[in-house]
């Protein structure tokens, strides 16, 4: 009676043991895949989704690092599915208008910047204004301030407004990231977000026009030999 | 500041041995600090026996929007006899900024003891107007101290003012303390013979009158007089990596009668080097001025230990919320090609962490660098970068300091611009 009992159990410890084995290996396997390819984490559906605005970002000429990006920090965040792909949408919609309103020649970072501005609520139209007195000036830092002024609850066309002249009154980067302390600060301490903003604003002096344009000649690519079909 | 202090009259030297410290709770933008502190001194006086003790100092400070609550006091261990040394219970509380301005309203009961001769109590109330802005702020306030067991002093009226400001790591801070009170002598002498008021001295009209309670019949019949000090003190207090500096000088200002030659003038300095991130070598040294009102004479200072820090995990503690107000500083600075080195000051937490554009959103952890330092190295390339920071498992906050965005997903990010 022992031995059929004593097989019994050891044949049961090994089947338990190789259904244990298979179960570590395939997530060890699950594992990798994910480290290789994080977006496995996605459902079926949503990464079906999220790779369909992949190709359409690189056959628009647009980056779709910030696609990828924008779905791995839903992930990270542990969004719905549906909401990452809207998200994911979102992002890629506001990168086709900026790129319509900065042109071809604009940087991925002055791209990134604008996609954020136009999903605070600014207009495409807007974004033009500022292209047209940009003369080689990054927009990068004045998009990245213009929307967090909104988040922080200033008006929308206050900051808008605000940010488009000085930015025509010639002010520099760091008098941008100044401006933006300045008023984070003046929050903290009470006063409304508009007040704050133009508070601050009329402290920075005008640093003149922007210089002239570089002749045609110069090392700046045209924009018309960059722009995509 | 969790961390023995010491301080030896006349000319001891003390030391100090262990401490620990623990947060237990942090929860919503409420805070609740344990510790306890425990350390071996010698103080020594004048004409008198130095003593020996141990002390065991248990501590505890509750903290929110609208008020903090503090109590410690510490037991002394000496022969074969417990004693009860010094104590203090505080509370603070604070309005909403108006324009700027908050108006403060501090209360103390505290106990001190410096030996078998010294030892008082004291309550005391003080209300402020403070004007702050992020990065300074002023302040004008007044009060009343009433000293027990004190039998020279009647009530102390303070009026103070002063002003404060954070440049880079360090933060400065002036200060204006003026003092009115009487002072009560007694009107015999140690042989109880009857002696005459001193010239500068009144003699009561109503002896007992405007003194405080007191069992002591000297103080009854003694003689009074008006003092009014004013002390111009500053501090520096300087913070950089895994050191801490505190400096502070001062002037006294009086009548010859109420200020000794040896109070005149102050300064004494506080260092803490953090070696690990749980240890910690401490030293002090300096002298300080009379305290009138409470019978202290002035005294040198000096001490030297090592404080071990204790950080517990708290348990069956679910963070619900992060409060940015927990990170008191956070920056990002060059530290070679392609890497930044990001720094964050967020005090009595277990783990911070970060992730953004450049982690591809997976979080790491930062490294525990001393009691409330908190830094990582990262490859950061010039350009635009989002970033989230996570404390104690909580939510993703966008770390303060950096201009932030909606991230879509119910939170916000914060956007690092990192240039050539």
Same mark, same amino acid.
């Given at each position: 009676?022992?031995?059929?009992?004593?097989?019994?159990?050891?044949?049961?410890?090994?089947?338990?043991?190789?259904?244990?084995?298979?179960?570590?290996?395939?997530?060890?396997?699950?594992?990798?895949?994910?480290?290789?390819?994080?977006?496995?984490?996605?459902?079926?559906?949503?990464?079906?989704?999220?790779?369909?605005?992949?190709?359409?970002?690189?056959?628009?000429?647009?980056?779709?690092?910030?696609?990828?990006?924008?779905?791995?920090?839903?992930?990270?965040?542990?969004?719905?599915?549906?909401?990452?792909?809207?998200?994911?949408?979102?992002?890629?919609?506001?990168?086709?208008?900026?790129?319509?309103?900065?042109?071809?020649?604009?940087?991925?970072?002055?791209?990134?910047?604008?996609?954020?501005?136009?999903?605070?609520?600014?207009?495409?139209?807007?974004?033009?204004?500022?292209?047209?007195?940009?003369?080689?000036?990054?927009?990068?830092?004045?998009?990245?301030?213009?929307?967090?002024?909104?988040? $922080? /609850? %200033?008006? #929308? &066309?206050?900051? +808008?407004? @605000?940010?488009?002249?000085?930015?025509?009154?010639?002010? =520099?980067?760091?008098?941008?990231?100044?401006?933006? $302390? /300045? %008023?984070? #600060? &003046?929050?903290? +301490?009470? @006063?409304?977000?508009?007040?704050?903003?133009?508070?601050? =604003?009329?402290?920075?002096?005008?640093?003149?026009?922007?210089?002239?344009?570089?002749?045609?000649? +110069?090392?700046?690519?045209?924009?018309?030999?960059?722009?995509?079909? | 500041?969790?961390?023995?202090?010491?301080?030896?009259?006349?000319?001891?030297?003390?030391?100090?041995?262990?401490?620990?410290?623990?947060?237990?709770?942090?929860?919503?933008?409420?805070?609740?600090?344990?510790?306890?502190?425990?350390?071996?001194?010698?103080?020594?006086?004048?004409?008198?026996?130095?003593?020996?003790?141990?002390?065991?100092?248990?501590?505890?400070?509750?903290?929110?929007?609208?008020?903090?609550?503090?109590?410690?006091?510490?037991?002394?261990?000496?022969?074969?006899?417990?004693?009860?040394?010094?104590?203090?219970?505080?509370?603070?509380?604070?309005?909403?900024?108006?324009?700027?301005?908050?108006?403060?309203?501090?209360?103390?009961?505290?106990?001190?003891?410096?030996?078998?001769?010294?030892?008082?109590?004291?309550?005391?109330?003080?209300?402020?107007?403070?004007?702050?802005?992020?990065?300074?702020?002023?302040?004008?306030?007044?009060?009343?101290?009433?000293?027990?067991?004190?039998?020279?002093?009647?009530?102390?009226?303070?009026?103070?003012?002063?002003?404060?400001?954070?440049?880079?790591?360090?933060?400065?801070?002036?200060?204006?303390?003026?003092?009115?009170?009487?002072?009560?002598?007694?009107?015999?002498?140690?042989?109880?013979?009857?002696?005459?008021?001193?010239?500068?001295?009144?003699?009561?009209?109503?002896?007992?009158?405007?003194?405080?309670?007191?069992?002591?019949?000297?103080?009854?019949?003694?003689?009074?007089?008006?003092?009014?000090?004013?002390?111009?003190?500053?501090?520096?207090?300087?913070?950089?990596?895994?050191?801490?500096?505190?400096?502070?000088?001062?002037?006294?200002?009086?009548?010859?009668?109420?200020?000794?030659?040896?109070?005149?003038?102050?300064?004494?300095?506080?260092?803490?080097?953090?070696?690990?991130?749980?240890?910690?070598?401490?030293?002090?040294?300096?002298?300080?001025?009379?305290?009138?009102?409470?019978?202290?004479?002035?005294?040198?200072?000096?001490?030297?230990?090592?404080?071990?820090?204790?950080?517990?995990?708290?348990?069956?503690?679910?963070?619900?919320?992060?409060?940015?107000?927990?990170?008191?500083?956070?920056?990002?600075?060059?530290?070679?090609?392609?890497?930044?080195?990001?720094?964050?000051?967020?005090?009595?937490?277990?783990?911070?962490?970060?992730?953004?554009?450049?982690?591809?959103?997976?979080?790491?952890?930062?490294?525990?660098?001393?009691?409330?330092?908190?830094?990582?190295?990262?490859?950061?390339?010039?350009?635009?970068?989002?970033?989230?920071?996570?404390?104690?498992?909580?939510?993703?906050?966008?770390?303060?300091?950096?201009?932030?965005?909606?991230?879509?997903?119910?939170?916000?990010?914060?956007?690092?611009?990192?240039?050539?």
């Amino acid at each position: 009676m022992m031995v059929p009992s004593l097989r019994r159990v050891v044949l049961s410890s090994l089947v338990l043991l190789s259904a244990a084995a298979a179960a570590a290996a395939a997530q060890d396997t699950t594992s990798r895949v994910r480290e290789l390819d994080p977006l496995a984490r996605l459902s079926e559906g949503a990464r079906y989704q999220v790779e369909l605005l992949l190709d359409s970002a690189k056959v628009s000429g647009l980056p779709t690092t910030p696609l990828e990006s924008k779905a791995l920090e839903g992930i990270a965040k542990r969004a719905d599915g549906r909401r990452i792909v809207a998200e994911v949408r979102k992002v890629f919609r506001s990168l086709r208008d900026a790129r319509a309103a900065l042109g071809p020649s604009a940087s991925t970072d002055e791209l990134n910047a604008a996609a954020g501005a136009l999903r605070m609520g600014i207009t495409p139209a807007e974004l033009a204004h500022l292209v047209k007195t940009r003369h080689e000036k990054q927009l990068t830092v004045p998009l990245v301030v213009l929307s967090d002024l909104i988040t $922080r /609850g %200033v008006p #929308r &066309d206050t900051a +808008s407004q @605000t940010i488009l002249s000085l930015w025509q009154r010639g002010a =520099a980067d760091d008098d941008f990231l100044g401006l933006w $302390r /300045g %008023v984070e #600060r &003046d929050i903290v +301490s009470g @006063t409304a977000p508009g007040v704050a903003l133009l508070n601050r =604003a009329r402290e920075i002096p005008s640093r003149g026009p922007p210089p002239a344009a570089p002749p045609a000649s +110069s090392a700046r690519p045209d924009r018309s030999e960059n722009s995509n079909p | 500041m969790i961390h023995p202090r010491l301080h030896a009259t006349a000319f001891a030297v003390s030391l100090a041995l262990l401490s620990t410290g623990q947060r237990v709770q942090a929860q919503g933008n409420s805070e609740l600090q344990t510790w306890l502190e425990a350390g071996a001194l010698t103080t020594s006086r004048s004409g008198s026996l130095p003593l020996n003790a141990l002390a065991l100092t248990p501590g505890a400070r509750y903290a929110n929007n609208r008020m903090t609550a503090s109590a410690n006091g510490s037991a002394w261990l000496g022969g074969q006899q417990v004693q009860l040394g010094n104590a203090v219970a505080a509370l603070e509380a604070f309005t909403p900024l108006l324009y700027g301005v908050r108006a403060e309203l501090m209360a103390n009961a505290s106990r001190l003891f410096q030996d078998p001769l010294v030892q008082n109590d004291q309550l005391d109330a003080e209300g402020r107007l403070h004007l702050m802005r992020q990065r300074g702020g002023v302040w004008l306030g007044s009060g009343v101290a009433r000293p027990l067991r004190v039998a020279a002093v009647s009530n102390v009226n303070v009026s103070s003012g002063g002003i404060w400001t954070r440049l880079g790591p360090a933060t400065l801070r002036g200060s204006v303390t003026s003092f009115f009170f009487t002072k009560v002598a007694s009107r015999t002498d140690t042989l109880e013979n009857a002696a005459v008021c001193p010239a500068h001295f009144v003699a009561p009209s109503n002896p007992g009158a405007n003194i405080m309670s007191s069992t002591d019949q000297s103080v009854s019949t003694g003689c009074r007089q008006q003092s009014r000090l004013t002390d111009v003190e500053g501090t520096v207090h300087w913070e950089h990596r895994l050191m801490e500096v505190t400096v502070r000088g001062g002037q006294r200002f009086g009548d010859k009668l109420d200020v000794t030659s040896e109070s005149r003038q102050w300064a004494s300095a506080q260092a803490a080097i953090w070696i690990t991130s749980q240890l910690a070598a401490v030293a002090g040294g300096g002298h300080e001025p009379a305290q009138p009102t409470r019978g202290l004479p002035a005294r040198s200072f000096g001490s030297l230990g090592l404080m071990l820090a204790y950080w517990p995990i708290p348990r069956g503690i679910v963070p619900v919320e992060t409060p940015a107000s927990l990170v008191h500083a956070f920056e990002i600075r060059p530290a070679g090609t392609s890497l930044q080195r990001l720094t964050a000051r967020i005090g009595g937490v277990e783990t911070v962490e970060i992730m953004g554009d450049f982690t591809d959103w997976a979080p790491i952890p930062l490294i525990r660098r001393g009691r409330d330092l908190w830094e990582l190295l990262v490859p950061l390339n010039a350009g635009v970068h989002q970033i989230n920071l996570r404390i104690d498992g909580g939510q993703w906050i966008a770390p303060p300091g950096v201009p932030t965005l909606k991230d879509g997903f119910n939170g916000e990010v914060g956007v690092l611009v990192v240039r050539q």
